[in-house]
């Protein structure tokens, strides 16, 4: 049973319901760009044998950056890296995500905007409408969706030896 105001009516629920879909969706695109992105900027030691050393790897999807695997803000190319010109454009990649983590990613992101003070209605009861849609809209417990990036590769130059700063940080000369 939904939890609202006596005086909202059938309408202003709706609107909670239409609200609580596009959080869905939203959630669901950049679970999917995240993961991506964090799969596609993930070298394999083939990879580096390839290209001879060690890679910087950056991948793109919607949102989402990721380098060497791990998401990141921004991303500088390190000194001593040139572009391989192997990475490109990723035309699809199909994704399966958990209900669970699209739930839990709306609801984040729905109280960080504070679409529960919008709607005046309290989190407990907001979580348990977003579990309702959410059982509605994917029913298999899974979701598969696609996505499509690009991806740009760097390899550190064969003439940048890497050497051991007194920090005991690599350095490259």
Do not use: C
Not at 87 to 111: F, S, Y
């Amino acid at each position: 049973m939904p939890v609202y105001p006596k005086e909202w009516g059938p309408s202003a629920f709706e609107d909670l319901e239409d609200d609580i879909a596009a959080y869905l969706k939203d959630a669901e695109e950049e679970l999917a760009n995240e993961r991506a992105a964090e799969g596609w900027s993930t070298p394999t030691d083939e990879d580096e044998m390839e290209a001879g050393g060690d890679l910087y790897v950056v991948a793109h999807f919607g949102d989402a950056v990721a380098v060497n695997g791990d998401l990141v803000e921004d991303y500088a190319i390190p000194e001593g890296y040139e572009d391989t010109y192997r990475g490109g454009e990723i035309p699809t990649d199909e994704m399966e995500l958990e209900e669970e983590h699209i739930v839990d990613r709306a609801i984040m992101n729905m109280v960080k905007d504070g679409l529960h003070k919008k709607h005046v209605i309290e989190k407990d009861a907001l979580k348990r409408e977003v579990q309702k849609i959410a059982d509605q809209t994917y029913p298999r417990r899974f979701v598969y969706t696609s996505v499509s990036g690009e991806s740009e590769i760097y390899a550190r130059r064969p003439d940048k030896p890497e050497i051991e700063s007194d920090e005991g940080e690599i350095d490259y000369e």
